[in-house]
């Protein structure tokens, strides 16, 4: 099987992208690895800094190599951890890759904190991959009215130049109208120029796209085309989960046994996810 950076750099080249999906119990775990694994296509797992205090570091880790131990194609990332300290916690744990997101610091405060972190993973196993993030990207993974975007948020591409030159990172997190979360009242929209010239100063990284819920398919395919291979999805299970679970609870408000109501909420999460497979490019390339 290959290793995570060669299946990005694979989909690069290609023209597809692995998907990227956040769980924070083992059961919404379950419902990825199974989509994936019906779907034969690689996938990367993530707890944010919150989602791994919940479910717990080591417990995570323990559960995805589980499924690797299995012959899973799946990987492990530490999503937006925003200090050296948290990123040490997640790689000391033995996650497979992490994303240092140290964006809302200074130019040069985002990138000396990337690079403790690339030296120190490096230094405890070197193949584990990092990723950094560049740009301000606005929200938060829950359903929001209306997110004010501006240019200025945006990547700059010769700072992403200078930031991979001297960061030293495998993959780059670049804004270009994405936010995180879903907004209701205004229509989310890529400027796949300013991607296109982000993909021009650095066309040896392999660039992520994060926020995608919300984001028409349409978008989602263009950016790949354009050379995005790994985009990011949350929001849209959070919903799918929530949503399956209170219909499931109103609908039989007696029932008592976990694994009983909380069938139909994986299900929704696996409907979801093979749909994002599909529309990434991903399915059938293991």
Avoid at 62 to 87: I, M, P, R
């Amino acid at each position: 099987m290959n290793t995570l950076k060669q299946y990005l750099t694979k989909a690069k080249t290609e023209h597809w992208a692995v998907g990227h999906f956040n769980f924070s119990t083992a059961e919404q775990l379950k419902a990825i690895v199974e989509a994936a694994s019906d779907l034969k296509a690689p996938v990367m797992v993530a707890t944010s800094e919150g989602e791994a205090e919940f479910i717990g570091y080591e417990q995570a880790v323990a559960l995805v190599k589980s499924y690797q131990t299995e012959g899973q194609a799946v990987w492990l990332n530490a999503d937006h951890h925003h200090s050296f300290d948290s990123c040490k916690r997640a790689i000391d744990a033995g996650y497979d890759t992490v994303l240092v997101d140290a964006s809302k610091l200074s130019f040069e405060e985002n990138i000396r904190t990337t690079s403790d972190v690339v030296r120190y993973a490096k230094s405890i196993k070197p193949d584990l991959t990092i990723e950094g993030e560049l740009g301000y990207l606005r929200g938060a993974s829950e359903v929001q009215e209306k997110m004010e975007i501006s240019l200025g948020d945006y990547t700059k591409p010769e700072e992403a130049a200078d930031f991979v030159l001297r960061t030293g990172v495998d993959r780059l997190a670049v804004v270009f109208g994405n936010i995180h979360g879903i907004v209701t009242e205004q229509k989310e929209a890529l400027d796949l120029e300013h991607l296109g010239g982000i993909i021009e100063a650095v066309p040896d990284t392999n660039l992520v796209l994060h926020g995608a819920s919300g984001l028409s398919d349409a978008d989602v395919a263009a950016a790949i085309a354009a050379g995005i291979c790994n985009v990011h999805i949350n929001t849209e299970l959070r919903l799918a989960f929530h949503d399956s679970l209170e219909a499931t609870l109103h609908n039989d408000p007696t029932q008592t046994t976990p694994y009983k109501f909380l069938a139909p909420s994986l299900e929704a999460m696996k409907e979801l996810i093979k749909a994002k497979i599909v529309l990434f490019g991903s399915a059938g390339r293991l």
